[in-house]
């Protein structure tokens, strides 16, 4: 590269996805979250391949795949052996908190549909729990403590005006 052409830098990667509203906690906890719950889809996958019925055999690999893949897009520096990871994680952190809820969150009924057991369902409940918890931070913050409680009361004062202004406009019509 030469004088004029920069590279972008790592501090306006993280300052693009810093600025979308999300606590450093609400992410830390997140990612936390769906770590545990691959690892256990991961682990509830192993016995559930432990069966004579070939749909729970394929269902319990599912589960094995979409944990490690839910593993890999949140914690790549669990799967650093792979020559791949790094635009994987590129990617999953481009990801909106919605779309990762449906990433996670709809995978897992799949094995849930093949094989209904005790184990295939508590690691579908794991990974449908990780992308719940993306789910619910896609809705976003709650309005302040007074708002609320205005709109509880019904003294919504934004309402009532546009209330009022679509009133008049079909009065004058």
Same mark, same amino acid.
Do not use: H
């Given at each position: 590269?030469?004088?004029?052409?920069? $590279?972008?830098?790592?501090?306006?990667?993280?300052?693009?996805?810093?600025?979308?509203?999300?606590?450093?906690?609400?992410?830390?906890?997140?990612?936390?979250?769906?770590?545990?719950?691959?690892?256990?889809?991961?682990?509830?996958?192993?016995?559930?391949?432990?069966?004579?019925?070939?749909?729970?055999?394929?269902?319990?690999?599912?589960?094995?795949?979409?944990?490690?893949?839910?593993?890999?897009?949140?914690?790549?520096?669990?799967?650093?052996? *792979?020559?791949?990871?790094?635009?994987?994680?590129?990617?999953?952190?481009?990801?909106?908190?919605?779309?990762?809820?449906?990433?996670?969150?709809?995978?897992?009924?799949?094995?849930?549909?093949?094989?209904? $057991?005790?184990?295939?369902?508590?690691?579908?409940?794991?990974?449908?729990?990780?992308?719940?918890?993306?789910?619910?931070?896609?809705?976003?913050?709650?309005?302040?403590?007074?708002?609320?409680? $205005?709109?509880?009361?019904?003294?919504?004062?934004?309402?009532?005006?546009?209330? *009022?202004?679509?009133?008049? $406009?079909?009065?004058?019509?």
């Amino acid at each position: 590269m030469g004088q004029g052409q920069s $590279s972008p830098s790592i501090s306006t990667v993280s300052n693009s996805t810093a600025d979308d509203g999300i606590a450093w906690w609400c992410k830390i906890g997140a990612r936390g979250a769906c770590v545990a719950g691959g690892l256990g889809a991961m682990v509830t996958g192993l016995f559930s391949c432990i069966t004579v019925t070939p749909l729970c055999l394929v269902a319990g690999v599912l589960l094995i795949l979409i944990g490690f893949s839910v593993v890999m897009l949140e914690a790549p520096c669990c799967c650093q052996f *792979m020559d791949f990871i790094q635009p994987v994680s590129r990617f999953s952190e481009r990801r909106t908190p919605f779309q990762k809820a449906l990433i996670y969150g709809l995978p897992a009924l799949v094995p849930l549909m093949l094989c209904f $057991s005790v184990t295939t369902a508590l690691g579908c409940a794991l990974l449908f729990a990780s992308g719940g918890v993306y789910g619910i931070i896609a809705l976003g913050k709650k309005a302040e403590r007074d708002v609320m409680m $205005s709109r509880a009361r019904g003294d919504d004062l934004e309402m009532k005006e546009t209330l *009022m202004a679509n009133e008049e $406009s079909a009065s004058v019509q």
